[in-house]
């Protein structure tokens, strides 16, 4: 009942608002087997649901789906440790029903499916610690197949491992967790290699990040773990760290995983929530546990989940009106919010700046870029030809035109690679600011200094 809900939640939600910066950016790439910032699987799953249809709810039932096969997995964890119906049946509510779930079901990411990827490694790591040793093999084959969509699965290996290091040897050095372990590398193998052979570039976008964000990020890790996870639901994940299938053990089964993955987020905060889905895992653990003591977290299960649902459901959701003070302030806390809202005023900016019909735009933004291709005004006979030296966007080359329209700090900063370049104002605040683009300045330029073939690489940009 929790996953048909979400499901149909989700999916009548879907539309609202409109697509994020970085939906907008998966749309404008092309088909390859891999990118400079990220694997490829969500972008071909993007480019699928284009061919089925245009709508947005349409492009986001990947989404939607994922998130009610998220509270089936949430489900299967008590089930897993000989708990009835009813802890099941709470437990996928929990999941269905908090903060983070609910963002990677409503906008379709690269975190939504890595979500669900760590749901499932980790239930079969749990399933092998409660007897079947082929949970490690399945282990394995997850992981390697989540190497296609997102690379933090790698960190949750590595993390899980020290776990058994530390609470289960015989099942680390058993055979199973050898063949898990060779099935991982075969499986996702050319997504590692490739960003090897290439210099690492999701690297260089790890570092740029932090060195924008990385004080603030730091600073959010702890806060926004408990947010995501659930504020009145803390109890119930600490029982789930806390968790052992052998009595007398003094280490729960997912403590030490969760410690190692707390401080890698601490020491590289990329984005201050990439601990957050081994945690969700630790509260679809707790539940059982939890479900033996006279805890308010469960004896009051309805009332505490409801709570937790409508506190969620508006700061994940697009159920505010746009604009109101409600909603900025939602926005401040959820910047996924603010990254859906306003995308058609700024592209309309844009295209009002630019120096004639034939005039291209490149932008040092790829969600801006991506707005800009996917609204594209008909101002010119084919539309507006946009490109961006923006991460795996510098990879499909220059426009063609000659006379173009900078817009952002970095493309502005690279006036001086033309023969004349005139000011054209700046992006202007509207209702929203996704991906922080008010306030972009722009410039006018004609006449790239020897071609676009010079002038091309100085755009390059990897990073947020």
Same mark, same amino acid.
């Given at each position: 009942?929790?996953?048909?809900?979400?499901?149909?939640?989700?999916?009548?939600?879907?539309?609202?608002?409109?697509?994020?910066?970085?939906?907008?950016?998966?749309?404008?790439?092309?088909?390859?087997?891999?990118?400079?910032?990220?694997?490829?699987?969500?972008?071909?799953?993007?480019?699928?649901?284009?061919?089925?249809?245009?709508?947005?709810?349409?492009?986001?039932?990947?989404?939607?789906?994922?998130?009610?096969?998220?509270?089936?997995?949430?489900?299967?964890?008590?089930?897993?440790?000989?708990?009835?119906?009813?802890?099941?049946?709470?437990?996928?509510?929990?999941?269905?029903?908090?903060?983070?779930?609910?963002?990677?079901?409503?906008?379709?990411?690269?975190?939504?499916?890595?979500?669900?990827?760590?749901?499932?490694?980790?239930?079969?790591?749990?399933?092998?610690?409660?007897?079947?040793?082929?949970?490690? +093999?399945?282990?394995?084959? #997850? @992981?390697?197949?989540?190497?296609? &969509?997102?690379? /933090?699965? *790698? =960190? $949750?290996?590595? %993390?899980?491992?020290?776990?058994?290091?530390?609470?289960?040897?015989?099942?680390?050095?058993?055979?199973?967790?050898?063949?898990?372990?060779?099935?991982?590398?075969?499986?996702?193998?050319?997504?590692?290699?490739?960003?090897?052979?290439?210099?690492?570039?999701?690297?260089? +976008?790890?570092?740029?990040? #932090? @060195?924008?964000?990385?004080?603030? &990020?730091?600073? /959010?890790? *702890? =806060? $926004?773990?408990? %947010?995501?996870?659930?504020?009145?639901?803390?109890?119930?994940?600490?029982?789930?760290?806390?968790?052992?299938?052998?009595?007398?053990?003094?280490?729960?089964?997912?403590?030490?995983?969760?410690?190692?993955?707390?401080?890698?987020?601490?020491?590289?905060?990329?984005?201050?929530?990439?601990?957050?889905?081994?945690?969700?895992?630790?509260?679809?653990?707790?539940?059982?546990?939890?479900?033996?003591?006279?805890?308010?977290?469960?004896?009051?299960?309805?009332?505490?989940?409801?709570?937790?649902?409508?506190?969620?459901?508006?700061?994940?959701?697009?159920?505010?009106?746009?604009?109101?003070?409600?909603?900025?302030?939602?926005?401040?806390?959820?910047?996924?919010?603010?990254?859906?809202?306003?995308?058609?005023?700024?592209?309309?900016?844009?295209?009002?700046?630019?120096?004639?019909?034939?005039?291209?735009?490149?932008?040092?933004?790829?969600?801006?870029?991506?707005?800009?291709?996917?609204?594209?005004?008909?101002?010119?006979?084919?539309?507006?030809?946009?490109?961006?030296?923006?991460?795996?966007?510098?990879?499909?080359?220059?426009?063609?035109?000659?006379?173009?329209?900078?817009?952002?700090?970095?493309?502005?900063?690279?006036?001086?690679?033309?023969?004349?370049?005139?000011?054209?104002?700046?992006?202007?605040?509207?209702?929203?600011?996704?991906?922080?683009?008010?306030?972009?300045?722009?410039?006018?330029?004609?006449?790239?200094?020897?071609?676009?073939?010079?002038?091309?690489?100085?755009?390059?940009?990897?990073?947020?």
């Amino acid at each position: 009942m929790a996953a048909l809900t979400v499901l149909a939640v989700l999916l009548v939600l879907g539309d609202r608002y409109g697509p994020h910066g970085d939906e907008l950016y998966f749309r404008m790439l092309p088909l390859a087997w891999w990118y400079e910032d990220q694997p490829p699987l969500t972008v071909w799953l993007t480019h699928l649901m284009t061919t089925i249809d245009d709508a947005l709810w349409v492009q986001r039932a990947p989404a939607a789906c994922t998130a009610a096969a998220g509270a089936l997995l949430a489900a299967r964890f008590p089930s897993v440790l000989g708990y009835g119906r009813r802890v099941q049946t709470v437990a996928a509510w929990a999941h269905a029903t908090t903060v983070y779930p609910l963002i990677m079901g409503h906008v379709f990411l690269t975190g939504t499916l890595d979500l669900l990827a760590w749901q499932a490694v980790v239930l079969m790591v749990v399933l092998a610690d409660r007897g079947d040793r082929r949970g490690l +093999v399945w282990a394995g084959v #997850i @992981a390697g197949a989540a190497c296609w &969509n997102k690379l /933090l699965i *790698l =960190p $949750l290996v590595g %993390a899980l491992a020290l776990s058994l290091l530390v609470v289960r040897r015989d099942l680390l050095f058993s055979r199973q967790a050898a063949l898990g372990a060779a099935l991982a590398v075969v499986i996702g193998a050319p997504q590692v290699m490739a960003q090897a052979l290439h210099g690492w570039p999701m690297r260089q +976008v790890s570092g740029d990040l #932090i @060195a924008l964000h990385g004080t603030l &990020n730091r600073a /959010l890790v *702890l =806060p $926004l773990l408990v %947010a995501f996870v659930g504020p009145p639901l803390v109890g119930v994940w600490g029982r789930g760290l806390a968790w052992s299938a052998h009595d007398g053990s003094r280490v729960g089964m997912l403590l030490p995983a969760g410690v190692v993955l707390v401080l890698w987020n601490l020491v590289a905060p990329a984005q201050p929530y990439y601990a957050v889905g081994l945690f969700l895992t630790a509260l679809s653990l707790g539940w059982g546990p939890i479900s033996r003591t006279t805890s308010l977290a469960w004896r009051r299960a309805p009332a505490v989940l409801a709570a937790n649902a409508a506190i969620a459901a508006v700061l994940a959701l697009p159920v505010l009106p746009v604009p109101s003070p409600v909603y900025a302030a939602v926005s401040a806390i959820n910047p996924v919010a603010r990254d859906q809202v306003d995308w058609p005023a700024y592209v309309a900016q844009v295209d009002r700046a630019r120096a004639s019909p034939e005039s291209a735009v490149v932008t040092d933004s790829y969600a801006l870029a991506g707005a800009v291709d996917f609204y594209r005004p008909p101002s010119g006979a084919g539309g507006i030809d946009v490109a961006s030296g923006h991460n795996a966007l510098w990879q499909m080359g220059p426009p063609a035109a000659g006379e173009v329209l900078l817009v952002g700090d970095r493309a502005v900063a690279q006036r001086d690679h033309f023969a004349s370049c005139t000011d054209a104002g700046a992006l202007t605040r509207g209702a929203s600011d996704p991906f922080g683009v008010a306030g972009s300045p722009m410039v006018s330029c004609s006449g790239p200094r020897g071609g676009w073939a010079a002038v091309w690489p100085s755009l390059r940009h990897l990073g947020g």
